[in-house]
C-alpha cells in the first residue's frame, strides 16, 4: 500500500474493520454506541466483534441482514474449555444472530506439544459454522512467540478448515506484530486455500494498518485484500480513520477497548 495516499489506505482500512468492544466491563449502551460508530459518512467497517451475551441485542439494533457483520468470541480468551462447551458456545451465538465466530485455540496445549487438540478444537466448532457463517481461529501468537509454533498453529487451523486466522485476543502482553503476520500470511499462500488473514490488537493509527497491507500486498497480490480475506481487529483504528478521511489533524489513538 505505499504507492496508496493515507485517504485511501484509510479508506480501505475502513472496509476491512471488525470494530471491536471486547472490555470486560462492557454495557448494552456500549454496544448500542458500537452500532453506530460502524455506520460512518464514508462507509460501513465490515464487522462489529463484541462479547457473545450481546450478540443477540446487537442483532435486533442492526437488523436481519445488515451489512456490518456481527462476530463475536468463543473459548475467549484462555483458550482451555472443553470442546463441548465451546460448540455449545458457538450454537448459541449463531442462533442470537452472529454472522463469524472467532475463536482462540488451546495455545497453552499446542505448546506442550499436543497439536490434536488444536485440530480437534477447530474441527468440532467448524461443523457449527455452517456457511455463510465464518469461523475465524486466533492463533495467540504472543504467546505461542516461536516462529515455527506460530506457522504450525496457522497449518493446523487452515487444515481444520479455518476461514481466517488471526493473531491475538488483544488480552495478552504481545498482540499483533508484523513478524507474525508475515509467518501467517506465508502458511495461506502456501496452503493454496482461500483463507483470510486478521491482526488484531495494538493497530491504532492508518499508519500501522498500511504495514499490515503492503506486507499482505508483498506476499499475495495486490488486489488480495478485501473483506473476504483480510480484517483489521481494533478498537481505537476507527478515530484514525476517520480523521484522516475528513482531512482533519489525526487524533491520539483511543484507548483500547480490548
Known amino acids: 500500500m505505499n504507492s496508496h495516499s493515507s485517504r485511501e489506505t484509510a479508506a480501505v482500512a475502513l472496509s476491512l474493520l471488525d470494530?471491536?468492544?471486547?472490555?470486560?466491563?462492557?454495557?448494552?449502551?456500549?454496544?448500542?454506541?458500537?452500532?453506530?460508530?460502524?455506520?460512518?459518512?464514508?462507509?460501513?467497517?465490515?464487522?462489529?466483534?463484541?462479547?457473545?451475551?450481546?450478540?443477540?441485542?446487537?442483532?435486533?439494533?442492526?437488523?436481519?441482514?445488515?451489512?456490518?457483520?456481527?462476530?463475536?468470541?468463543?473459548?475467549?480468551?484462555?483458550?482451555?474449555?472443553?470442546?463441548?462447551?465451546?460448540?455449545?458456545?458457538?450454537?448459541?451465538?449463531?442462533?442470537?444472530?452472529?454472522?463469524?465466530?472467532?475463536?482462540?485455540?488451546?495455545?497453552?496445549?499446542?505448546?506442550?506439544?499436543?497439536?490434536?487438540?488444536?485440530?480437534?478444537?477447530?474441527?468440532?466448532?467448524r461443523a457449527e459454522c455452517v456457511a455463510p457463517v465464518l469461523l475465524k481461529v486466533i492463533n495467540e501468537t504472543g504467546e505461542l512467540k516461536d516462529a515455527a509454533l506460530i506457522r504450525r498453529a496457522s497449518e493446523l487451523a487452515i487444515e481444520a478448515g479455518a476461514d481466517f486466522i488471526k493473531t491475538s485476543t488483544g488480552k495478552v502482553s504481545v498482540n499483533a506484530t508484523l513478524e507474525a503476520a508475515d509467518i501467517m500470511i506465508r502458511a495461506i499462500r502456501e496452503s493454496g486455500r482461500k483463507v483470510g488473514f486478521k491482526p488484531a490488537g495494538g493497530i491504532s493509527t492508518v499508519a500501522d494498518a498500511a504495514l499490515y497491507l503492503s506486507l499482505a500486498e508483498t506476499i499475495m497480490t495486490p488486489d488480495w485484500a478485501m473483506p473476504s480475506t483480510f480484517r483489521f481487529g481494533a478498537s481505537g483504528l476507527l478515530d484514525n480513520i476517520l480523521s484522516v478521511l475528513s482531512g482533519t489533524e489525526p487524533k491520539p489513538a483511543a484507548a483500547s477497548s480490548y
Open 19 to 125: 470494530l471491536t468492544n471486547l472490555k470486560d466491563d462492557c454495557t448494552q449502551e456500549q454496544i448500542d454506541t458500537l452500532c453506530a460508530r460502524a455506520q460512518t459518512p464514508y462507509g460501513n467497517s465490515a464487522a462489529i466483534c463484541i462479547w457473545p451475551r450481546f450478540v443477540a441485542h446487537a442483532r435486533i439494533v442492526l437488523g436481519k441482514g445488515h451489512p456490518v457483520r456481527i462476530a463475536t468470541v468463543v473459548n475467549f480468551p484462555s483458550g482451555d474449555m472443553e470442546i463441548a462447551d465451546v460448540a455449545a458456545e458457538t450454537r448459541e451465538a449463531i442462533a442470537d444472530g452472529a454472522d463469524e465466530i472467532d475463536l482462540v485455540i488451546p495455545y497453552r496445549k499446542l505448546m506442550a506439544g499436543n497439536e490434536k487438540a488444536v485440530t480437534d478444537m477447530v474441527t468440532a466448532v
